[in-house]
């Protein structure tokens, strides 16, 4: 990822233009939209790995999206551990 992408240049305007009013946005959507950005970058290489040459960008979307969906089963999983020793 190069640090002067569009992502970073748009990320650097948001937390600029909402420095002086941090109500309007919260730490936390800024956290998500890195987060977010990360993770495509991931599913990305990760399709360029598995794919080589005809990786596509569907490729990642669906990569993403199987991501957030293991990060969301092991959540639940280690919160019923934690509630059930299970």
């Avoid at 233009?17 to 956290?31: G, V």
């Avoid at 960008?57 to 919160?79: C, G």
């Amino acid at each position: 990822m190069k640090t002067d992408d569009p992502f970073n240049k748009q990320f650097k305007i948001l937390a600029n233009k909402y420095k002086n009013m941090p109500h309007l946005i919260s730490d936390e959507m800024l956290e998500s939209c890195c987060v977010i950005n990360d993770a495509l970058d991931v599913a990305w290489a990760t399709a360029q790995s598995v794919f080589e040459d005809q990786a596509k960008p569907d490729h990642a979307l669906k990569i993403l999206e199987i991501f957030f969906d293991h990060a969301e089963r092991i959540k639940t999983e280690r919160q019923k551990y934690i509630e059930t020793g299970d």
